[in-house]
């Protein structure tokens, strides 16, 4: 006598809330997390400015020939260089680490949430064993 539409039953609109609408809102907030934490540590303009010298210090070389400032400013700006390298290595490695972390984070947040449904069940079950 009554036609009820698939779409207005109950179990049809949890099983599409809990297996399809929450994990692409997961996903979707995941990425939002990975994406401001690779702009965060800003690893393709470290990866670009590898060799520069740090926080832009170097020195220019006079415009008159002196040996001892010649080889004074090319060990300094060669020690910019060198002290920009490895702290932006540092950073390169801090960031793809934290981006490793944030990944694994959501895959594990999406596999508990597809899968707590599943634990839930077998607990009640278990529970109920132990009673009787």
Not at 4 to 10: F, L, P, R, T, Y
Not at 92 to 117: E, K, R, T
Request: charged share 15%; glycine share 4%; aromatic share 20%.
């Amino acid at each position: 006598m009554f036609l009820i539409s698939i779409e207005k039953n109950i179990l049809y609109q949890w099983i599409t809330w809990r297996f399809f609408e929450v994990p692409k809102k997961i996903i979707d907030a995941w990425e939002n997390i990975f994406r401001f934490y690779m702009h965060y540590f800003s690893i393709p303009l470290l990866i670009k400015t590898l060799f520069a010298p740090w926080r832009q210090n170097y020195w220019s070389y006079e415009k008159n020939f002196d040996i001892v400032k010649y080889f004074d400013v090319l060990v300094s700006n060669l020690a910019s260089r060198i002290i920009g390298f490895i702290l932006r290595i540092g950073l390169i490695i801090i960031g793809l680490f934290v981006g490793l972390s944030v990944s694994a984070l959501g895959i594990i947040a999406l596999f508990l949430w597809l899968i707590l449904p599943y634990i839930l069940i077998i607990i009640l079950c278990f529970g109920i064993l132990i009673l009787f």
